[in-house]
């Protein structure tokens, strides 16, 4: 090797660790801004009915309720939870910030319901037909049961 390609391959290999760094699996830290706008439009929905397919204050769906909120952020969002789950960055529980969205999984798809975590271990869901929007804990077991991953789309 020449001293010439030594510094080309030592700078080649910085330039890889410098990328794979960049590219880590840790989100950076979301907008404040955003984040409180997100979660104050969520938790005005709460005692809401929920309603198949339903993406207005007359009646949410699980991935309705978080589209809504994220809109009234300036945020747009795919529409259905499947969509929602393929948005953002994969999250650590451990790591979970306000408007950061949790995915549950009931039936035999990869995820079935969405739900928009409020801080301090409590998330918002439209959970079920006869039911209105909730604010649960995440560590209630039944959800803890369910749970599949948490994904951050506010950077």
């Known amino acids: ?9 030592a700078l080649a290999a910085w330039l890889c660790l410098f990328i794979a760094a ?14 409180h706008t997100v979660v104050l439009e969520a938790l005005g929905q709460v ?3 929920y309603r198949y397919g339903g993406t207005t204050p007359e009646g949410f769906d699980c991935s309705g309720l978080v589209q809504f909120a994220y809109a009234q952020a300036g945020v747009k969002l795919p529409r259905s939870t499947r969509e929602q789950y393929r948005v953002g960055t ?11 969205l949790l995915f549950y ?21 439209a959970p079920a037909s006869g039911r209105a929007v909730i604010v649960a804990g995440v560590d209630l077991p039944y959800w ?10 506010l950077h």
Do not use: K, W
């Open 1 to 9: 090797m020449t001293p010439d390609s030594s510094l080309r391959f």
């Open 22 to 35: 960049c590219a880590s699996t840790v989100p950076a830290p979301s907008d404040p801004q955003l984040q």
């Open 47 to 49: 005692g809401r009915p």
């Open 90 to 100: 994969p999250v650590d529980r451990t790591a979970l910030e306000p408007g950061d």
């Open 105 to 125: 999984r009931f039936n035999s798809g990869p995820v079935d319901h969405v739900a928009l975590y409020l801080g301090d271990g409590e998330a918002i869901h």
């Open 144 to 153: 803890q049961n369910h749970f599949v991953q948490a994904v951050r789309v």
